[in-house]
């Protein structure tokens, strides 16, 4: 195959609820994505930050470091500013051998506010986007003359969580900024993951495969829930599990050449979803048709 299958510890951990798998180890994580199938994980908050520690560590279960998300605040701060406060983890990522590094701007955002429905969410005006999108170039272009392409994350209770918000990010960076296509997050949003794929599969440089429960998902738009309490519902799962017609969302991308990573990632609480019953649950799913698209 022309892609690799990794993984993100949200199965098994969860980064903005911790409580979610608290009691579940690195080492447990580690050893059970490998068991599944994936030869990659991105980081996850029990992760260590020093590339000394990390390295060997993975190593010993045979798993590279896929990419992490990097929280990021340009609409706060200027580039400068930015690449400063990016560089620790950017240097990571960049010292274990990742191509991209995920980046969702969290100005103004509630995605980790349990109280907060997503009709709370910020929006940019029209008049915000253009130096938004003049930093986030600039940013991009940063990181790439350094080595790692951005892949922007479109994220529920973001500033770009809507198909339209995703077209006027494209619209307003230049090529260098890369689009994370996430299938979970724009199927809530409203979004039509297969046609998004068609029509920026030129910038997609990494994806992230969650899949949603239908039922679910429309009780949580119906109860206008938060980000979090939809999680907790169960709004998503991994491939192969849910709504999201995989084929369709990868046929384009495998058209267009993509060579990167299928990260399987999916938020659920891991008391009431067996984490390596899923992994391999979405492994299996992803495998068969990545085995056939990206041959």
Known sequence: MTVRLGINPLTWTNDD????????????????ARAAGFTGVELGNKFPRQPNVLGPILREHDLDLVSGWYSGRLLERDVDAEWAAMRPHFELLQALDCKVMVFAEVSRCTHGNQRAPLSQRPHLTENEWPRFGERLTALAQRMQREGLRMAYHH?????????EDI?????????????????????????????????????IVHVHCKDVRGSVLERS????SSFLNAVLD??????????????????PIAKSGYSGW????AEQDPSVATPHVYAKLGFDHLHALA???FA
């Open 17 to 32: 609820l911790p409580s979610l798998g608290a009691e579940t180890s690195l080492e447990t994580c580690l050893r059970e």
């Open 155 to 163: 994220h529920m209770g973001t500033v770009v969580q809507a198909p």
């Open 167 to 203: 077209d006027h990010l494209m619209s307003s960076t230049g090529q260098v900024v890369g689009l994370l296509l996430d299938t979970g997050h724009l199927t809530y949003a409203g979004g039509d993951p297969a046609q998004m794929a068609a029509r920026y599969a030129s910038r």
């Open 221 to 224: 738009r119906n109860r206008d």
């Open 234 to 251: 169960g709004v998503f799962t991994v491939p192969g599990d849910g709504m999201v017609d995989y084929r369709s969302v990868l046929a």
């Open 262 to 265: 299928l990260v399987v990632e």
């Open 291 to 293: 085995t056939e698209l």
